[in-house]
């Protein structure tokens, strides 16, 4: 039935809101347990996404399944079994992390007290939060306030964890710290981190997707997705006013500043021309080889790609 029974298996999953955008378009995708990096810029379609999966809005088309679970026709079983962080989470500011870290396991059913309280100690101890336990939220960092979102969507154990555009916002010390927190949670449930950060999912997915205006672009292992564009990607130094011309003879993959100058990524099987040298790839040259339609077509395999440019 599916390639992983413990994980998630997406099927031509469709949604158009009522103003006409189309936000998912025959979506499908097979997720293993451990981390899963969904890659796209913002408006990509990757919040509708999530939101579907964590059963708080309907697809117009398609099926879902965590393991056996039908998730569109038995929200509750799902719900059971999820833990959700948004991209934008409230908390009450006068409220310690441990009260309630306290009232949302109530909520979610453990109701025995003496296992309510080793429950959400080793949770606030997990996230790196138990010296802040009595500490009000509301004076909580951006790092803090992320790392008890997670503490609650911990609750219960989850076999499906979300994390919407989790690192948003946050300085690098903080950054590292909740990624090294991601890390340790993939091993036994399917965690989906969703983010417009390629460093993200560099650091931390053995799988991912990269999606684009609704569909998927990519599916793959990273390191095997750069594997593929090596030999293909070059570089070159230009000024800014040259950079019209060469995207007009080359299929410009990306363009940034450096040092005064433009540092140009392009993608060819052969060398571009003069001026130009080969540079191994990385994850962001995917990303962008991805977006700019130069690279693997969706479900095909990544040995035996012919990009036609």
Aim: glycine content about 8%.
């Amino acid at each position: 039935m599916e390639k992983h029974p413990s994980g998630l298996r997406i099927r031509n999953v469709s949604k158009k809101y009522a103003n006409g955008v189309q936000a998912l378009r025959n979506v499908s995708l097979d997720i293993p347990p451990g981390m899963y990096g969904l890659l796209g810029p913002n408006g990509a379609g990757k919040s509708t996404l999530m939101r579907t999966l964590a059963t708080l809005q309907e697809p117009d088309a398609g099926s879902i399944y965590l393991g056996h679970i039908d998730v569109l026709n038995h929200k509750e079983a799902v719900r059971q079994t999820l833990g959700y962080l948004p991209q934008e989470f409230g908390v009450y500011p006068k409220a310690s992390a441990q009260e309630l870290l306290d009232y949302f396991a109530i909520l979610k059913g453990v109701t025995d007290r003496a296992v309510r309280q080793a429950t959400t100690e080793a949770l606030l101890r997990q996230t790196n939060l138990w010296d802040k336990r009595k500490q009000k939220l509301g004076g909580f960092s951006g790092g803090m306030r992320q790392r008890f979102g997670v503490a609650v969507a911990l609750l219960g154990n989850p076999r499906l964890l979300i994390v919407d555009e989790p690192t948003a916002g946050l300085d690098p010390v903080e950054r590292v710290r909740f990624l090294n927190l991601l890390s340790e949670l993939g091993e036994n449930s399917v965690v989906i981190l969703s983010t417009h950060i390629v460093a993200d999912v560099a650091e931390l997915c053995t799988h991912m997707a990269i999606i684009n205006q609704g569909q998927i672009l990519l599916e793959a292992q990273p390191l095997e997705a750069v594997a593929a564009l090596r030999g293909r990607i070059w570089r070159t130094l230009t000024d800014k006013h040259a950079l019209p011309a060469l995207e007009q003879a080359h299929q410009v993959v990306s363009a940034k500043l450096l040092s005064g100058r433009t540092l140009v990524h392009v993608y060819s099987p052969d060398r571009p021309g003069p001026g130009f040298e080969a540079v191994e790839p990385d994850l962001e040259d995917v990303y962008f080889s991805s977006l700019a339609g130069c690279f693997v077509p969706v479900n095909q395999p990544l040995q035996a790609v012919s990009v036609a440019l």
